[in-house]
């Protein structure tokens, strides 16, 4: 078995043996066994990668390739790059800490480990992935089981929230898949076969109008669970409603398969395609920026707040991607990882006041500082981390998109980036706003007074976020070093 | 002689920190007051080692003071950007180094005492350390992305000490307003650093600063809106250091920073991170005099100017004694941003360059002096205002003492070091623009009256209403004021143009008598009209007061900034845009996307009655549907 399939097979025996668990003590055991083996898998595929890249220069390492389906040259193809690498790592750390959150899950325990790990297959899927139509199973993989976590262990309106996002992200799966077979119908631009590959695709010169159709659909079903304005509706509810270890997942890892599918997909195949397009996406973006900012100063619901922040966060992501260059790359991946950790943090934290006081209503709480210090003292640590404190890894992905940013000469896009970067005295208005309200002040409740203390379990998730948000932000150098080595393939396009 | 242990200095306090920070709840209150003095009392220790090396030991190199880097790469942008990580040892950062671990030690030997039975004793120290840590490393960097960083680490070890008292909704505002007025400053600061990175190639203040160097040489190469862009990023650079300063129009955080414990207000926003502006557009000195002919320059005089006046006149009319001193320190700053604003490079041409630093030197050792004696005073009898104070010189003659000796410091009596400073600011201002000079003098009465003002108003005069007698404060408390008091009275004596000039070549001053009698005649007017006003109770002041009729009340009133403040912020970005965000969100972005799902609903409602499921139904339509082909086919057939 190579080390990349490991990936899959390891969560599927997980589901596997979770199917004969009885209670909900077995099933989070083996679930936390499956995603602390994943965990130890992801780290030690980073040091095998890094390892692997001193002698090999190919663009994805570790790679295989099975026919699967031979009439459309459909492969079972991976690999992996820096890139991939690094997302892998954060869906590790994610399931697992997402797992702890889940220790007291007393509703159908079985189904809901069953569903997160299918999930998580999903994922590890896609950022392994080298060709296309694979790589789209995966996604859907990913995108269904939601449904159900939402829809069956949801809070509120679930039922609607579940709906509204499974038929958004369904509607950009039809889009997208419109777009990765115009992309397949052209791979034959130079004379070779029809093919899936990636890495096959991205030697073709696919025809300029060809890629001026196909960037924007490609773009936009990517986008859609990557949360560009005006497409990120189904976020807010679909948080709201969603279990903590759920918004966790999906805010933290499943929204990333948005902005890797963008740059591996779109901008990778479609380069000149992209260039043509690049100002109409970027002021999208740049104004969900500011527009996520704007609109989660005003939300009262936690978890609204944390979803427009997403908002913000990864308009940011694919603001930097269509900036086109290394730098800025740079600053998305990282971005991508940055607000991965960080937004999971958040659900996390917020799953754990709400599970207390049974609100999640910044207004009705206050004074949470002297009653919870812990998961007090860490929600503050997370906002400064998210309004991009230097020394946390938010400040080292900002700092780098928007150096890469400022590369491009050119009036419009300076003044997007202006845009852009005034986000951060708005994002300081929003978190520092919370804190005031929600930590510190006086106690609003008196029933508050005697708040359960904070478990082992959760101290060990949320410290499992917030080790690489620190660790990140201290010393980005390696992390950093290692994503730009895989850039240089994605810039011959664009250049 | 190596200088290499100066790295120790910043990863000290650092230490400190996390030690508290992690085992916060094991160790106990008294041993974590010991751990972070002794922490500060070593990294005090080698910093006056350091100077001592520096200045004494190693000296001048070719007549020039050189400059060290030591540094390591931290983050790579592209191949010629990046953010190093560093030292950089130069006339400045050794004195600041200096002024840093001084006043940080004495605010924690004070804070021992003054925090005593504080339940957060523990984060208290922990917060403290961060902040001497951050400030370090702002003084110690060796480029501008990472002053930047330690920019922001000022800033929010600020918020996090303004906000101290978390459970008081006053502080919680002030310090999130502390944050977000200095983060917009910021925003201004950082495009100021893209828009430096992008033209000149480099973030290193050697390489930047080198008058022969292209950065500078080729200011002209690129311009927008008529302006060179590199004097367009200096003036960003400006806003970022005008919010840290509390220069005007960006003042609107610090009175309200004094929501912090007093020690925190001493520190932080009297002697350190508040002249990190100043230090900035010094640091940068080189580029803001040469570019551009110092447009830039001259931009930061007379905001420095006016702000200097601005906040000598509020603090006139202020009645808490925290308020009065953060005014004061305002129109300080705005003194030093004066004289480097009418600065030139080489030897006495930079007289204002050398003032700027003496005068922050100085007047971090008074200023500090003058919060911590405050302090002393709200220790002692548990309230900030002048009404609840007055004669107080009988229960507390430490204070007292300690306290005139910085009134008369700053009110620029010879022979207090706030003479000296004042002076040589005065000289360069009348040597580059009579009218900044004139500013610059009234200023200097107004100083004089505001701070005997209060001295009267506490030590003096009435005797307030005091439920037990006030006692003096513990010896933690006054033993700080004491060694202060004593850098307040000699620091003036140090030869400070020797080290430290803009040129780093150093030369020789000398007292300009009649400019010297003249700011003193100023100073001691402003004492003279405080001592008929405020030595004993009557009604002068009132008088006074009424005489100026509206303008009094606008002064008072801080001239109405932060309503208009208030205005913008709530009224526009909140209320307006925001709040149409977020409307707009729910109703239009989210509807069309609700709307089209129910529009789907309702189409398939209403064509779902078609598969009614009935045999004739579908006959029906079989026929129909044939009938329709069989029409067109034949349409087609027959043309």
């Known amino acids: 078995m190579d080390i990349l399939s490991l990936f899959i097979v390891v969560p599927a025996l997980a589901v596997l043996v979770l199917i004969f668990t009885k209670n909900l003590k077995q099933a989070r055991m083996v679930a936390l066994a499956g995603s602390l083996v994943q965990l130890g898998m992801a780290v030690n595929l980073i040091f095998s990668y890094l390892k692997e890249i001193e002698t090999n220069d190919a663009i994805m390492v570790f790679t295989k390739d099975v026919v699967w389906f031979k009439n459309f040259n459909i492969h079972y193809n991976i690999g992996v790059d820096g890139i991939s690498v690094a997302l892998l790592l954060l869906t590790a750390i994610v399931v697992l800490a997402g797992v702890f959150i889940s220790w007291k899950m007393e509703d159908l325990p079985k189904e809901f480990f069953i569903s997160l790990i299918v999930l998580s297959i999903g994922v590890y899927g896609f950022f392994i992935s080298i060709d296309l139509f694979t790589m789209f199973v995966f996604f859907e993989i990913a995108v269904i089981p939601m449904y159900l976590l939402i829809g069956i262990w949801g809070t509120g309106p679930k039922e609607f929230s579940a709906m509204k996002l499974t038929l958004m992200l369904m509607g950009a799966s039809a889009v997208l898949l419109v777009g990765i077979l115009g992309i397949y119908f052209n791979s034959n631009a130079d004379g070779g076969a029809l093919t899936f590959n990636i890495l096959e695709i991205a030697k073709v010169n696919i025809p300029f109008e060809v890629q001026r159709l196909f960037f924007p659909i490609t773009f936009i079903g990517f986008a859609v669970i990557g949360a560009l304005f005006p497409f990120h509706t189904w976020s807010p509810d679909g948080h709201a409603s969603a279990p903590t270890a759920v918004s966790m997942l999906h805010a933290g890892v499943l929204m990333k398969l948005g902005g890797y599918g963008v740059f591996r997909v779109a901008i990778f195949l479609l380069p000149e395609g992209a260039l043509h397009w690049s100002w109409f996406f970027i002021i999208l973006s740049a104004f969900g920026v500011i527009y996520g900012a704007f609109a989660a100063i005003k939300q009262t619901d936690l978890k609204y707040i944390n979803a427009y922040s997403s908002v913000s966060h990864l308009g940011l992501v694919l603001f930097a991607l269509l900036m086109l260059n290394k730098t800025a790359w740079n600053g998305a991946i990282l971005q991508s990882l940055s607000h991965g950790f960080m937004t999971a943090l958040f659900f996390a934290l917020i799953g754990m006041i709400y599970g207390r006081t049974h609100t999640r209503d910044v207004t009705k709480l206050g004074g949470l500082l002297k009653v919870i210090p812990f998961i007090s003292a860490v929600y503050v640590i997370a906002g400064l981390a998210s309004l991009g404190l230097p020394g946390f890894s938010g400040f080292v992905a900002e700092m780098n998109i928007f150096v890469g940013a400022f590369e491009n000469d050119n009036g419009l896009y300076r003044i997007a980036t202006v845009i852009a970067v005034s986000a951060i005295v708005v994002t300081a208005v929003y978190i520092l706003r919370v804190v005031g309200i929600m930590l510190m002040g006086p106690v609003k409740n008196e029933a508050y007074l005697n708040l359960e203390r904070v478990q082992w379990y959760e101290k060990l998730g949320v410290l499992l976020l917030l080790l690489p948000i620190i660790a990140i932000g201290i010393a980005p150098l390696w992390l950093s070093e290692m994503i730009l080595k895989s850039l240089d393939p994605f810039l011959k396009g664009v250049l | ?241 005008a919010g840290k300063s509390a220069m005007f129009p960006l003042h609107i955080w610090l009175p309200d920073a004094m929501e912090g414990p007093t020690p925190v207000s001493a520190l932080i926003h009297a002697a350190t991170m508040v002249v990190a502006g100043v230090y900035l557009v010094a640091r940068l000195f080189p580029m803001y005099y040469f570019i551009e002919d110092g447009f830039a320059l001259n931009i930061v005089a007379f905001v420095g100017a006016f702000t200097a006046l601005f906040a000598a006149v509020i603090a006139i009319t202020q009645t808490d004694i925290k308020r009065v001193l953060a005014f004061s320190t305002m129109s300080q700053l705005g003194y030093m941003m004066l004289a480097l604003g009418v600065s030139g490079y080489e030897g006495h041409e930079g007289l204002g360059y050398m003032a700027s630093m003496f005068h922050l030197f100085t007047h971090a050792m008074f200023k500090a002096l003058l919060f911590l004696c405050a302090g002393s005073v709200i220790h002692a009898i548990h309230s900030n205002f002048l009404k609840d104070m007055g004669g107080l010189r009988k229960y507390m003659p430490i204070t007292n003492i300690t306290f005139l000796i910085a009134a008369l410091a700053i009110a620029g009596v010879p022979p207090l070091a706030g003479f000296w400073s004042k002076d040589e600011i005065l000289v360069a201002a009348f040597e580059h623009n009579t009218f900044l000079y004139v500013i610059g003098l009234f200023v200097a009465g107004l100083t004089a009256f505001y701070i005997f003002r209060i001295y009267f108003g506490i030590f003096w005069g009435k005797e307030g209403n005091y439920k037990d007698k006030p006692n003096e404060s513990p010896g933690s408390l006054t033993a700080p004021l004491l060694i202060l008091a004593f850098f307040s009275i000699v620091g003036g004596f140090i030869p400070f143009s020797e080290f430290i000039s803009a040129d780093k070549a150093g030369f020789e001053t000398h007292v300009n008598y009649p400019l010297a009698a003249i700011a003193v005649f100023a100073g001691l007017i402003g004492i003279a009209l405080s001592w008929m006003f405020y030595k004993k109770e009557n009604e002068l002041a009132d008088k006074f007061a009424n005489g100026f009729g509206a303008f009094y009340t606008w002064a008072y009133h801080k001239f109405y900034f932060d309503e208009l403040y208030l205005f913008v912020t709530k009224r526009i970005l909140f209320n307006g845009i925001a709040k149409t965000a977020a409307r707009f969100d729910k109703k239009y972005v989210d509807g069309t996307m609700v709307g089209i799902g129910n529009q789907t609903l309702n189409t398939s409602e209403k064509i779902k009655g078609i598969q009614s499921g009935k045999v004739q139904d579908y006959a029906f339509a079989f026929i129909a549907g044939a009938v329709v082909l069989a029409i067109i086919c034949i349409y087609l057939w027959t043309n």
């Open chain 2, 1 to 241: 002689m190596n200088l290499n242990h100066i790295i120790l200095i910043p990863l000290i306090p650092l230490a400190v920190f996390l030690i508290l920070g992690i085992f916060y709840n094991k160790i106990k209150p008294a041993v974590s007051g010991y751990v972070g003095v002794l922490g500060l009392l070593t990294a005090t220790g080698l910093a006056f080692y350091s100077a001592y090396n520096y200045f004494i030991v190693i000296g001048k190199t070719e007549g020039v003071y050189q400059t060290i880097v030591e540094k390591t790469v931290w983050m790579n942008f592209t191949d010629s950007l990046r953010i190093d990580m560093g030292i950089l040892i130069d006339p400045i950062s050794v004195m600041m180094l200096i002024v840093v671990s001084v006043i940080s030690l004495m605010v924690h030997i004070y804070s021992r005492g003054y925090m005593k039975g504080d339940p957060g004793y523990t984060k208290y120290f922990a917060f403290l350390s961060l902040f001497t840590f951050s400030m370090y490393g702002l003084v110690l960097a060796t480029n501008l992305f990472q002053i930047y960083i330690f920019w922001e680490l000022v800033g929010v070890s600020s918020y996090l000490l303004i906000g101290y008292y978390y459970t008081k909704e006053s502080a919680v505002a002030a310090a999130k307003k502390a944050f977000v007025v200095t983060r917009f400053a910021d925003l201004g600061f950082l495009i100021g650093i893209l828009i430096i990175g992008y033209y000149t190639g480099t973030y290193d203040f050697e390489t930047l600063n080198n008058p022969e160097g292209t950065s500078i040489l080729n200011w002209a190469s690129t311009s927008f809106m008529g302006l060179s862009v590199l004097t367009w990023a200096l003036l960003l650079i400006f806003i970022g250091g």
